[in-house]
């Protein structure tokens, strides 16, 4: 199993799913559309990224254990706070941006295939954290915020990437949270996540 | 036997399960029919990855190709080949119509938040160009939400891809 890309799928799942717990909530109409939006698009990336890994990309999204998946601890956490959710959203797409560029010269052509149609739909998703970028910058809670998730946005990356992460959001390397250990957060949304497959073992039908 | 005239004549019969005035043909989602001693393999490519419909449209071609007496295998392709050029002249005109302003042509570069709020999109009611952007999502991920100044109708954009 290539564990790049099985971690791609993982974020991306993770966060869609994390972006999704807006959907009614967030504080403005068009960011509830906008988080859904952003949420759906995010779990389609993972499934097609699981589909390149795997026969049944259901298998293997939701029959892993915790300990198994390959997610980033920064798309773990459960944020309840706007300027978090706002800072999280431009560094995991600043973060991501640098990745799929990469994959896109992938010596896979399906690999490169799907960074592109990804890159393609994740346009709009850094226009809209640009634009909340220059909306907050100066806030003191978006700083805040952006100060105390940067080690984990550094940890989306692999070490080779960190620097270019660095230099386009203008911060200084510091020491990355990294993948591999979880955080506790992890385990209340796999359980949430994987119920009902648990549920429906072979299968679920709509 | 089947021929891959009457199987393309038989996918422009496919709504599209989203927006019904446009078939899967005038989508441009059809990337190739090939036909052979009455197999029909399809590739299809996605809009955008996250459609909830991808599941409906698959069954849709291959119960289209069952019908035409034909074992249908259809392939679904991830990658960069399909874009919002590919809708067909016909697709825009009905999009159009239904009050869904038709995409802008796919540039060399990226598409850029200046872009999306000038003006040069036009309001599928009136046809003025005086329109701005409410929101670059909308209720499904191609279409983002504007509005005009003109004739003061809300309305849905499709995103550029």
Known sequence: MNELLLGLADDELVIGWRDSEWTGIAPMLEEDVAFSSIAQNEIGHARAV????????????????????????????????????????????????????????????????????????EVYHRIHAEMWHERLRNEPRFRDAVADLWPYALGVLPPEQRAELALRVGLDEVEAIERGAHTDELAELWDEMTSVRRSAPSGAQW | MVSAEQVWAAFSEIPDPEIPVVSLVDLGVIRSVDVRDGHVRVEFTPTFLGCPALEVMKRALEEKVAALGAEPEVQVISDDSWSTDKITPAGREKLRAAGFAPPAPRETSAPQLVQLQSNVFRCPYCGSTQTRLENIFGPTPCRSLRYCESCRQPFEQFKTI
Do not use: Q, S
Request: with cysteine; proline share 4%; glycine share 2%.
């Open chain 1, 50 to 121: 699981y589909e390149l890994l795997a026969d049944d990309a259901d298998a293997l999204a939701f029959d892993r254990p915790l300990e198994e998946y390959r997610c980033a601890p920064l798309v773990e956490l459960r944020l309840l706070d706007w300027a978090h959710t706002i800072a999280r959203r431009w560094l995991y797409e600043e973060a991501d941006r640098v990745r799929i560029a990469a994959l896109k010269d992938d010596a896979d052509p399906a690999v490169a295939g799907l960074a592109a149609k990804i890159d393609r739909e």
